[in-house]
């Protein structure tokens, strides 16, 4: 027993553990990358960039559906463009190790490196664990081409704080310039991160500008560049064309008690769904918080002093104004994509919170330090354990990899693909679906998971192949 004790105490050998965690992880998702295959809206955008050409296809989107700017140039890159279905796979996997690398580089900087390497690594991989576990969606989040703006904006976005962190507070004009140039890619990407990101540097420039007296020129400029570009993306031709398209035809759409109610009453139901795994989180947290007030000097950690009153009030508030836009502009709650994105910016936010109310409370000798969960730290363990056997996300992507269900769909669609694509007439009798793996599929209630767009029957589909599909 004293040898199992000692060997567990070593860091390298912790170190080893998070590895070999991380491995598990993510070994079914990015097993289950090799049997995907473009779906929906992947064939609209293939399409519209043969027709239009690459450039073309960002002006056109622009005047008349979309004002995501980079979000648009994400899209635009589908491999089917250039006759490649290997792309779909290929790309998953990246997007998931690029999500480990930010998210590590992210948790580097949270912890001004100050803690042992697995301390840091746990700190990824529990971020990492509860992300995937709360996120609404995996295949639109991870393995829908299409929808790669919002994921990768998640990922760009914890390179930003991670760079931020590491730089501040001695920021020169390099790395505002930097940041800012961050921003705007990443404002471009969606309306989420647009949100967050216009509503957070404004309230970095204004409160410090009070704090400190004086005003912040270099946190002006940062909240002046998210603003303009804010405005650039809302005001974009193509959002205003695509709310009066008739796809939306209810007259609640613009109902301000309407929006400002339902807005309310969404933020409080989605948040109360991750509140069991945020505070099991936060136990762990609060450990690796007290470690970090215990090692610091003097210039360590400037970005945790904040009020926490204040730091959770524009976290609420961000958090709210999240819904606000959906209901707003269509009158209804946010698809599971943006749901997605709302969840990776409650756990982010929240995680910043606990860091800034621990160093509150330490700071003012409010409470003791605690290093260990000691008792509590197998009930910590035996929470996340059980939420990995009994969560959807994690049963369904094993399941769709153990049964075969993932390799059955690809090759299904393989065939589908070389029936439409031999057969000659303008119409074509096409077998339905018969495994539908939920981890890798956009399930919609359609007629045809794998075809259907998300805006018109089979549209994007029958577009792209230039037949009239009938499911028999």
Known sequence: MTHYTSWFNNPENRLKLLILAFVILLLPFIALSFFTFPTTDDYCHTLAVKDMGYWGYQQEYWKTWSGRYIGTLISATQPLAYDSYLGYKIAPIVIILLYVHALLTFARALTGNKLPAWQTALLAFLLLFVLIAEIPMVSGYFYWYTGYYYTIADIGTLYLFAF???????????????????????????????VWLVILSGALFFFNSIITKKLQLKLLIMSIVALTFG?????????????????????????????????????????????????????????????????????DFRFF???????????????????????????????????????????????????????????????????????????????????????????????????????????????????????????VYVPKLKNVPYTILIVNGLSDPAWASVEVNNGCAEWYFKKKFFYK
């Not at 931020?164 to 390099?174: E, G, I, Q």
């Not at 508030?317 to 209804?332: D, K, V």
């Open 164 to 194: 931020l962190f590491r730089n501040y507070p001695n920021l020169s004009d390099k790395h505002i310039a930097i940041i800012c140039f961050g921003m705007i890619l990443l404002i471009g990407m969606n309306e989420y991160t647009l």
């Open 305 to 427: 002093s904040v009020n926490p009153a204040l730091s959770i009030l524009i976290f609420a508030t961000c958090l709210y104004l999240s819904y606000f836009p959906s209901y707003w502009s269509i009158a209804e709650p946010p698809n599971l994509r943006g749901q997605c994105l709302i969840n990776f910016w409650t756990l982010i936010g929240w995680t910043y919170n606990v860091f800034v109310l621990i160093f509150w409370v330490l700071e003012r000798g409010k409470m003791a330090i605690v290093t260990t969960l000691g008792p509590l730290g197998w009930v910590v363990g035996l929470y996340f354990f059980s939420l990995y056997a009994s969560n959807f996300n994690y049963r369904s992507a094993w399941s769709d990899l153990l049964t075969g269900r993932a390799a059955r769909f690809n090759r299904e669609m393989h065939e589908r693909t070389a029936l439409v694509l031999s057969t000659k007439e303008p119409q």
């Open 231 to 299: 405005v650039l993306s809302v005001t974009a031709p193509g959002n205003a064309a695509r709310a009066e398209s008739g796809l939306y035809p209810t007259p609640l759409k613009y109902n301000l008690l309407f929006s400002l109610k339902n807005s309310l009453a969404w933020q409080i139901h989605n948040f109360s769904k991750m509140a069991p795994a945020l505070c099991v989180l936060t136990l762990v947290l609060i450990p690796i918080a007290c470690l970090l007030f215990k090692a610091k000097t003097k210039d």
